[in-house]
């Protein structure tokens, strides 16, 4: 007797919720991801992997050491249908289920856009570093958890650099209560960095400096370097005039899915991670936690009998309860757990030494 055929799962993209899913299904299923990098990075790490080459090499992650992972492919995917996909190597992949997994475009200095292998991208980051360590001042724009965390760092890094961070709106951390703004905007100042709300950049310079910005209410900062910390944007461009676009995509530019994380009108294919229109934070956890969740269901989908559809779980946003942690360089941070705010050395213990590194690395089981 013949063994059944394993289900054909596409994962598009080896971030967090991609390779997570990968190594879920790997077990039932025959995994295939494709992704153009050869390695995959703790993202929240690299704000302190721009100043620290210890923290890159450890957050900089080869996709062969994780184990169960499945085929990885290193192309992109220039067009998705409902049954498969064609790679930019010219390659046709038909696949049961997919995955888009492909997160959101960020800057270059936190999300590479260049960087195909885990050394080019270290190489980057090396010289990143050294074009931060000699520049005496240094503009952040942003005032998400990034651009926080970014400025911190450098003013903890090269205490008495010139650090001006950029934001727009009345508080920093606009995602979390006005305390945890507060708290944040009073260590940066306590640490020389000059915090400049309620104004924006009128327009982004080519690269990263030296650079004069043009500010909204008039004003303008000059610049040796510039750290553009804001602006996420979906990596979904390879959906866009195909087939699927019209109908799966919001206008954003997400991925629109169901509350089980299955695309709209796809119910073989899933949206996970930061590329998906669910309504909460853009958090790497989350974004794993989508991947159990799907991977689940998958195996329920593909192990259902008799043509019954199986009942699938479904996602609460943020799990239920918002909750985020914002370094304030190593010994210091802000965290916030539905509508409490607390910070000082719980926050530091629990994040701020480590960047959860050591326990990503583990959960990849690397």
């Known amino acids: 007797m013949t063994s059944p055929q394993k289900p054909r799962i596409l994962i598009i ?7 997570t899913l990968a ?9 295939t991801v494709v992704d153009p990098k050869d390695y995959i990075e703790i993202t929240w790490a690299t704000v302190r992997g721009i100043l620290d080459t210890n923290v890159a090499s450890r957050a900089c992650i080869s996709l062969k050491d994780i184990p169960k992972v499945g085929r990885i492919v290193q192309a992109t995917v220039t067009r998705l249908t409902p049954k498969e996909a064609t790679l930019s190597t010219g390659e046709t992949l038909a696949f049961d289920y997919a995955a888009i997994c492909t997160g959101s475009t960020y800057s270059d ?31 952040v724009v942003g005032g998400g958890p990034t651009g926080v965390e970014a400025a911190a760092e450098v003013v903890e890094a090269y205490a008495g650099k010139s650090v001006t961070l950029i934001h727009p709106g009345k508080q920093l ?5 006005p305390k945890a703004g507060a708290r944040a905007k009073q260590w940066l100042e306590a640490h020389g960095v000059k915090v400049q709300l309620g104004a924006s950049v009128q327009s982004r310079p080519e690269g990263r400096g030296p650079a004069t910005l043009t500010l909204s209410d008039g004003s303008s900062v000059a610049a040796d370097l510039v750290l553009w910390c804001a ?22 530019g997400l991925v629109k899915v169901l509350a089980t994380l299955q695309v709209e009108g796809q119910p073989h294919m899933f949206a996970l991670g930061d590329c998906n229109n669910v309504a909460e934070s853009k958090l790497g956890y989350l974004a794993m936690k989508h991947a159990e969740l799907a991977a689940a269901s998958i195996k329920a989908l593909s ?26 360089g190593r ?13 000082g050395c719980l926050p530091a213990m629990i994040k701020s030494k480590d960047l959860f590194v050591g326990k990503t690395r583990g959960d990849l089981g690397v």
Not at 118 to 132: G, Y
Not at 173 to 177: I, Q, V
């Open 173 to 177: 951390l606009p995602a979390m209560p």
């Open 23 to 31: 190594t879920k299904v790997s077990g039932f299923a025959d995994v």
């Open 109 to 139: 200095a936190f999300k590479s856009s260049t960087s195909a292998t885990r050394q080019q991208r270290l190489e980057e980051l090396k010289a990143f570093n050294e074009t931060i360590r000699a520049a005496k001042s240094i503009a």
């Open 331 to 343: 010994s210091d941070g802000v965290c916030r757990v539905g509508g409490t705010v607390f910070s």
């Open 303 to 328: 192990s259902a009998k008799g043509g019954k559809a199986p009942k699938l779980g479904s996602w609460t946003p943020n799990m239920g309860k918002e909750a985020m942690l914002v370094t304030l």
């Open 13 to 19: 993209g080896a971030g967090f919720a991609g390779v």
């Open 231 to 252: 602006g996420a944007k979906p990596n979904t461009a390879f959906l866009a005039g195909g087939e699927l676009a019209a109908n799966v995509l919001d206008g954003k």
